[in-house]
């Protein structure tokens, strides 16, 4: 139509200012930070358990929780790690970050997560508070990843492959979203970015699964 433009995903308009710099860094330091908890090591010393550190993979993730501590630990300790994201991405907002800075501060919990500076730069995967971020950013596209996840999970039993699909389709859900209604284009910033990190620090379950490899989850602790 004459007098309209086509949207742009990110448009250069000079220099950042000082207060859009300042939040960024902000955000991102405290997402890291807080990313970091490794909330699996923690439940495992309130409870008495193992430290899933010192089992299967050495993962603080939920996989490897649930080797540890079975279930119900399991389950504390991942909707703890799934708080980390979402708190992330609420401390962003808090300081009036945009959907930009609000995918900076996801992906600084999704690093976080994994290389916590708490315990050596170990940890997990990435998905519990990758999963955390999206219920805050864009919850309609989180009401996708649980029945994937879920599916993929009882079918193959392979955490990683549920892991790597939910994080695929919740990216998707996003883009759809995002294309379909009025909101910024600067969502499909976090709708590629935050699934493909989560799927860099599974590179090497990658390889197991396409090696035929990789552990599978037993549903009984």
């Known amino acids: 139509m004459a007098g309209s433009s086509p949207p742009t995903l990110l448009v250069y308009s000079g220099p950042m200012e000082p207060r859009t710099v300042f939040t960024a860094l902000v955000s991102v330091v405290a997402a890291y930070f807080i990313g970091g908890i490794p909330w699996g090591v923690v439940v495992a010393r309130l409870i008495g358990g193992p430290d899933p550190r010192t089992i299967g993979s050495g993962r603080t993730g939920g996989a490897n929780t649930l080797r540890a501590l079975g279930p119900r630990g399991a389950l504390v300790a991942g909707l703890l790690d799934v708080a980390k994201g979402a708190v992330a991405v609420l401390v962003s907002i808090v300081l009036g970050g945009g959907i930009v800075i609000q995918t900076l501060a996801a992906l600084g919990a999704i690093v976080g997560h994994s290389?916590?500076?708490?315990?050596?730069?170990?940890?997990?995967?990435?998905?519990?508070?990758?999963?955390?971020?999206?219920?805050?950013i864009q919850p309609l596209a989180g009401l996708v990843i649980l029945p994937v996840f879920l599916v993929v999970l009882v079918v193959t039993r392979y955490s990683s492959l549920a892991s790597?699909?939910?994080?695929?389709?919740?990216?998707?859900?996003?883009v759809v979203i995002a294309l379909a209604t009025p909101l910024p284009l600067g969502?499909?910033?976090?709708?590629?970015?935050?699934?493909?990190?989560?799927?860099?620090?599974?590179?090497?379950?990658?390889g197991r699964l396409l090696s035929g490899?990789?552990?599978?989850?037993e549903f009984r602790h």
């Open 115 to 136: 290389r916590s500076p708490y315990i050596g730069f170990g940890g997990g995967r990435g998905v519990a508070p990758g999963f955390g971020s999206l219920l805050v």
């Open 164 to 174: 790597l699909a939910a994080s695929a389709a919740g990216g998707m859900a996003v």
């Open 187 to 206: 969502y499909l910033f976090y709708a590629v970015a935050t699934p493909a990190l989560i799927w860099l620090f599974h590179h090497d379950n990658i």
């Open 213 to 217: 490899r990789e552990r599978k989850i």
